[in-house]
């Protein structure tokens, strides 16, 4: 014989949350704290109804969800008893008030990826965009074109796994008029960011043919995909001549070489194409494959756009591109141009991999890239940042004059800067900080725990609006000088 378990129900008819609701959460409740215990027969629909002055169907719609999830089941001409349940693993006890606020602190990388500006106004960071650069009223449109286009089966299918066929064309326009490349669209595969891009191709390989060399210093997010997927890490010295990095990767045994030929990151300086024929000859010799990270090909400041490493050869190189620099790093669009032989690879290995970008981001951009827009816009933007590099390097030459030493003037959005008097960057980091100053260290961008450079700091532009830049540099001159 079951007893009739007593319920002590609250309805707040202001509170906005449906009646059924707040009856099923309350009895759940007192059901898991054991107020009401296994066994026990939960009122009548009839009678709680009554008693609450609710409908029958609303408190039949609470059971309904009590039994669904397993608190209570119905027996036919019983009623609802309460099932035998343990909750003493549960770390957190059901109940049907709102849950206490928890503070998460978040760790510095999650808030910052790319560095903390640490509350200073003039902040030379290197990556993000400055807002009021974006390209928001296009954007919009195009997005507005997107669904008013009369097929819209693209936006209710699972697309072409390597992105839609419209916009990997005109990612092969483009490239095939700026970096010499005889690109095909079939071998244009679009990627959610350049980290995933390097994690699809380290998967083309068998585990024991993960064996990587990238330069040193590099691109650290394509260091830290190598670590955690690779066998092997060869470290190129790229901080010296090209004849130290051909003696090592002459001597190494690599599967992947990781290069940025056309602006060396972080240094900025472009591989001699004397150098380039030789570590295509090495890749060909050795059967192996160079990924050309081509991040921030469109800047480039008193000479035009050298030809991109894929065009000397498109068999042995893996080509890698971004819209990070030119259009926005939170829009997660790159993609890849594979060779022929990898691409037949990457139909087999990913045969059930579905793209993993929006069907609208990438419409949208097809959009853009097809519009007379884009021209447009990409000479805007090259030209805003082209002001901006040249202004910063006037306010250094006349706040720091020759007490610095700048690396890599002549490409992307960033510098590096050296300090005459071998002052250690931390110092540098901090003596900028007293005067509203940020400036970063290149610590990450190095493999291994040997640190050259160390009276070098980075000095971005993409972010700090023009007219700060000569203020900053100023009071960077303050603190280092006096």
């Known amino acids: ?74 027996k036919r001409g019983v009623g609802y008893v309460v099932e035998e ?183 900025g300086y472009i591989m001699p194409l004397a150098t380039r024929l030789k570590v295509i000859d090495w890749a060909k010799r050795h059967d192996a494959y160079l990924i050309e990270d081509d991040y921030c090909c469109e800047y480039r400041y008193g000479s035009d756009a050298v030809p991109s490493l894929q065009s000397l050869c498109p068999s042995r190189v893996i080509y890698l591109g971004t819209m990070s620099k030119i259009l926005s790093p939170a829009i997660r669009m790159s993609y890849l141009v594979l060779p022929p032989a990898l691409m037949e690879r990457w139909n087999d290995v990913h045969r059930y991999r579905f793209c993993a970008l929006p069907w609208l981001d990438q419409e949208m951009m097809c959009l853009f890239m097809s519009s007379p827009e884009w021209t447009r816009y990409e000479r805007s933007t090259v030209n805003r940042y082209r002001k901006s590099h040249d202004t910063l390097i006037a306010s250094i030459r006349k706040e720091l004059g020759d007490n610095v030493r700048i690396v890599g003037g002549d490409a992307g959005l960033h510098i590096l800067l050296g300090d005459n008097e071998k002052r250690d960057q931390s110092k540098l980091i901090n003596l900028a900080r007293s005067r509203d100053v940020r400036v970063y260290g290149t610590d990450r961008y190095w493999v291994g725990k040997a640190r050259p450079m160390r009276n070098f700091v980075l000095v971005g532009f993409s972010q700090i609006r023009e007219e700060d830049i000569p203020e900053g540099i100023r009071r960077l001159g303050e603190a280092w000088y006096g």
Not at 218 to 224: E, I, T, V
Not at 237 to 252: F, I, K, M, Q, T
Request: with cysteine; hydrophobic share 40%.
């Open 1 to 74: 014989m079951h007893e009739v378990a007593h319920v002590d129900i609250n309805i707040d008819h202001d509170s906005g949350v449906p009646a059924y609701r707040q009856i099923y959460q309350q009895i759940r409740s007192q059901i898991a704290t054991g107020s009401i215990p296994a066994g026990a027969l939960i009122p009548k629909i009839r009678d709680l109804a009554t008693n609450l002055g609710v409908a029958r169907n609303t408190v039949e719609a609470a059971y309904r969800q009590l039994s669904l999830e397993g608190f209570a089941s119905g």
């Open 85 to 267: 349940l343990d909750f003493s693993s549960v770390e957190r006890q059901l109940s049907s008030e709102s849950p206490a606020s928890t503070t998460v602190h978040l760790p510095a990388h999650r808030k910052s990826p790319l560095g903390d500006s640490l509350g200073c106004r003039y902040d030379f960071s290197y990556g993000n965009r400055d807002p009021s650069g974006l390209p928001t009223g296009l954007l919009k449109s195009f997005v507005a074109d997107a669904f008013d286009e009369a097929d819209l089966t693209g936006a209710a299918t699972y697309i072409d796994p390597l992105g839609l066929p419209a916009l990997r064309t005109c990612i092969a326009r483009k490239l095939n008029a700026t970096r010499e490349m005889h690109c095909q669209p079939d071998l244009v595969v679009m990627q959610p960011g350049t980290q995933s891009a390097l994690h699809s191709v380290l998967s083309l390989f068998p585990f024991e043919q993960r064996s990587v060399a990238i330069e040193n210093p590099g691109y650290d997010g394509a260091l830290r995909v190598f670590q955690s997927r690779a066998t092997h890490i060869i470290a190129l010295p790229a901080y010296r001549s090209g004849h130290n990095l051909l003696r090592v990767l002459e001597d190494c045994d690599a599967k992947l070489v990781f290069l940025t030929p056309s602006n060396q990151f972080p240094l």
